[in-house]
């Protein structure tokens, strides 16, 4: 923004088009749960993996997923404190709880690539929501022989209650129950990622909701999606709000807010933190503006 008053109207702008959609189609991405506080680097990562970053070096927690440990123990140890911090522990700030306050009593759906659940643990509708990539909560078999998923909170909080040294007990490696292979994550990473049947339904029921209001006045809401995988969400919300006259797009993201030109016209671009767009929304709708 090149001032405060012009990112302040088009923050008004974006409230007025909430206000007059007859649906609202979130789509979110890492963005949105970093201004939830869910940082992978920095003080956050440092009070969880201090052992790690003496041992190995590592800078932050996601180049650090990617180590290959020299056992199952230590790679279980590392990813067991991964998922807990950021599938089963709740951001430290309220932005998911802003944009539910904002959107639930409109017809909504959310479609992200974001993996740690905070939309669901936060209230968002669960057959409203549409995880594309995977669930940071499920694993799956590695090679896979099956198409299934599995819950692994119990799991995971063992793990962390039996680990020492960086390793956990060789009996906690999570095994397929099917063919005995290891488990892996269920993210998509490769061609092995499982789609299972809760993954297909909600993928068909995104599909319906888009069908349902292809006509109406939609705004089509993004947050906090980059450049890594933009035909997911990014370039689909362009395309649908190109078809739709009636559709308005919305990008809200730090130094990444762009829209073609074919729809500048019914586009609103914040390049802003998400976090105080999504406060100043709320705080402008309590006060019934």
């Known amino acids: 923004m090149t001032s405060t008053g012009k990112s302040l109207e088009r923050i008004?702008?974006?409230r007025r088009a909430l206000g007059e959609a007859d649906a609202v189609v979130v789509g979110a991405g890492a963005g949105l749960s970093a201004a939830a506080g869910f940082t992978y680097s920095g003080k956050r990562f440092e009070a969880h993996f201090a052992d790690f970053i003496r041992q190995y070096g590592f800078t932050d927690m996601y180049s650090g997923g990617f180590y290959p440990f020299a056992s199952l123990e230590e790679h279980w140890a590392y990813w067991s404190r991964y998922i807990w911090i950021n599938r089963y522990m709740d951001a430290p700030k309220p932005a998911y709880q802003n944009l539910l306050r904002l959107v639930q009593d409109t017809?909504?759906?959310?479609?992200?690539?974001?993996v740690d659940h905070c939309f669901q643990k936060t209230g968002f509708a669960k057959e409203r929501l549409f995880y594309t990539q995977g669930d940071y909560g499920l694993w799956q078999c590695s090679r896979p022989c099956h198409q299934k998923t599995y819950d692994n909170y119990a799991a995971v909080k063992r793990m962390l209650e039996e680990q020492k040294d960086m390793r956990i007990p060789g009996g906690l490696v999570p095994r397929c129950p099917v063919c005995g292979e290891p488990m892996s994550m269920n993210l998509r990473a490769d061609d092995t990622f499982v789609e299972d049947e809760g993954w297909h339904k909600a993928a068909a029921r995104y599909a319906d909701f888009i069908r349902r209001h292809e006509r109406a006045r939609v705004l089509y809401l993004e947050l906090g999606v980059g450049s890594n995988t933009p035909v997911i969400i990014k370039y689909p919300f362009w395309k649908l709000t190109a078809r739709n006259p009636?559709?308005?797009?919305?990008?809200?993201?730090?130094?990444?807010?762009?829209?073609?030109?074919?729809?500048?016209?019914?586009?609103?671009?914040?390049?802003?933190?998400?976090?105080?767009?999504?406060?100043?929304l709320t705080g402008a709708q309590q006060g019934g503006g």
């Open 12 to 14: 008004d702008r974006l």
């Open 107 to 114: 017809d909504y759906f959310v479609l992200t690539t974001n």
């Open 246 to 280: 009636h559709a308005v797009y919305t990008c809200v993201n730090r130094s990444e807010a762009s829209a073609p030109r074919e729809i500048a016209g019914r586009s609103v671009c914040i390049d802003a933190d998400i976090a105080d767009v999504l406060s100043l």
